[in-house]
Nanobody
Framework: QVQPVESGGGLVQAGGSLGLSCAAS????????MGWFRQAPGKEREFVAA???????????DSVKGRFTISRDNRDNAKNTVYLQMNSLKPEDTAVYYC??????????????WGQGTQVTVSS
């Protein structure tokens, strides 16, 4: 089992920046890829970004490409951490952001484990 735990959500004005973190504890030695999804009110959950175990492969949704950056820190094998730096935020980025662990496939993340989510609100 892998348990992702998100932190760093909050309220920011349009055009601003916000960083999210996700610490994944558990069987991380199974070399999970990790990523972020989001769900806005009344909408389905959508893929945002993903990163391979080694950090050498990253995927982004077209809507965030060039504005968001995903990275990870595997130095602590007991608790791998993935980050999502969000710049030039727009009101349409408002959503609950979920961290996930799983496998990269088809330029997205097939997720086996999910965090509880953290709210990001972008005011206009």
């Amino acid at each position: 089992q892998v348990q992702p735990v998100e932190s760093g959500g909050g309220l920011v004005q349009a055009g601003g920046s916000l960083g999210l973190s996700c610490a994944a504890s558990g069987r991380t030695q199974s070399y999970y890829a990790m990523g972020w999804f989001r769900q806005a009110p009344g909408k389905e959950r959508e893929f945002v970004a993903a990163i391979s175990w080694s950090g050498t492969t990253t995927y982004y949704a077209d809507s965030v490409k060039g504005r968001f950056t995903i990275s990870r820190d595997n130095r602590d094998n007991a608790k791998n951490t993935v980050y999502l730096q969000m710049n030039s935020l727009k009101p349409e980025d408002t959503a609950v952001y979920y961290c996930a662990a799983g496998r990269l496939t088809g330029r997205t993340l097939l997720s086996d484990f999910w965090g509880q989510g953290t709210q990001v609100t972008v005011s206009s």
